[in-house]
């Protein structure tokens, strides 16, 4: 089992930045692939970013390439996720999750943390 705790969510304005951390236990982190993902009530969860075991490569939703940034440190045990230049639509629950093979885009993964809110003012 992997435990992922995710934190750093909250309210900002539009063109401000935040940056969510998900906080990793259970079993070796650098054995999985690392993803982050949102939703907003009523829709299904949309992929955002992922990153490889090593964190050599990454992989983004094209509506945040160029903005948001994905990063782990297998040291800490810790995956991030920097997001600037936020939007109102950026508005979701975000959330992290774990799947030992790497994966461009894919939303399948077998961990998830419980999620935080993020929410962009306009």
């Known amino acids: 089992q992997v435990q992922l705790v995710e934190s750093g969510g909250g309210l900002v304005q539009a063109g401000g930045s935040l940056r969510l951390s998900c906080a990793a236990s259970g079993r070796t982190f650098s054995n999985y692939a690392m993803g982050w993902f949102r939703q907003v009530p009523g829709k299904e969860r949309e992929f955002v970013a992922a990153i490889s075991r090593s964190g050599s490569n990454t992989y983004y939703t094209d509506s945040v390439k160029g903005r948001f940034t994905i990063s782990r440190d297998n040291a800490k045990n810790t995956v991030a996720l920097q997001m600037d230049s936020l939007k109102p639509e950026d508005t979701a629950v975000y959330y992290c999750?774990?799947?030992?093979?790497?994966?461009?885009?894919?939303?399948?993964?077998?961990?998830w943390g419980q999620g935080t809110q993020v929410t962009v003012s306009s």
């Open positions: 999750a774990a799947r030992p093979q790497w994966a461009a885009m894919t939303n399948d993964y077998n961990y």
